[in-house]
């Protein structure tokens, strides 16, 4: 089966524009997370979607940032007024119910702010 | 709260010279531990596990051993190839951290032939 998928690949944008990132996880996979890479950094989680529960925000860095997940399928994070400090690689995991800790990764949206 | 501490990169080895990434972790508990690689241009993905004091994963010719005494879980390979040039990550699954993986800052390897 397909693995976890993500678009765009590549976004550049202007300071102060909004973009929507979006993620496609493995099928039958409940858990869903966001999580952000800067340049030489670890990841930084973001966001955290388990089945029909509310989601884990806590990660999320300013209201700029929020993320929906339509279906329990489908996610889409969205950042208004970009700014540079954004620019970064936006990933996103999915994992089944049981094995929460082995998570499968998409390859990323490298979002540049300008 | 939980942290994971990686060795600083990059690695630069020469082919089929043995490989160590050391690791170190804070928990509170006995929590399970990973080792994740990112190859250029690809997703990141699971290399191997550990989930309980004294258990070895293994996967790809790697291998790395879960220590409670020294709080480590090194990640080991005694031959590399040029094809492991890739980032490593090191994360853990704790009692603190629920369904979170707390990450490591990764480590870059570089191999030459």
């Known amino acids: 089966g397909a693995g976890v998928s993500q678009s765009p690949s590549n976004k550049v944008t202007e300071k102060g524009k909004d973009v929507e990132l979006r993620c496609d996880p493995i099928?039958?996979?409940?858990?869903l997370y966001w999580y952000r890479q800067s340049l030489g950094q670890g990841l930084e989680f973001l966001i955290y979607?388990?089945?029909?529960?509310?989601?884990?925000k806590s990660g999320l860095p300013s209201d700029r940032f929020s993320a929906e997940r339509t279906g329990g399928s489908v996610s889409t994070l969205t950042i208004q007024r970009t700014q540079q400090e954004d620019s970064a690689v936006y990933l996103c995991?999915?994992?089944?119910?049981?094995?929460?800790?082995?998570?499968?990764f998409g390859p990323g949206t490298r979002l540049t702010v300008t | 709260g939980d942290s994971v501490t990686q060795m600083e990169g990059p690695v630069t080895l020469s082919e089929e010279a043995f490989l160590t990434i050391n690791c170190t972790y804070t928990a509170t508990g006995y929590p399970s531990l990973f080792w994740y690689v990112q190859y250029p241009g690809e997703g990141l993905q699971l290399l191997l596990k550990?989930?309980?004091a004294d258990d070895k994963g293994s996967n790809k010719g790697f291998e790395a051993t879960y220590r409670k005494e020294t709080t480590s879980f090194h990640l080991e390979k005694g031959s590399v190839q040029v094809s492991d040039s890739a980032v490593y990550f090191c994360a853990l699954n704790g009692m603190d951290s629920n369904y979170q993986l707390i990450w490591g800052a990764g480590t870059k390897l570089i191999i030459k032939p």
């Open positions: 550990a989930t309980k």
């Open positions: 979607f388990q089945g029909n529960s509310a989601p884990d």
């Open positions: 099928s039958g996979h409940t858990a």
């Open positions: 995991a999915s994992s089944s119910p049981s094995l929460t800790y082995e998570q499968y």
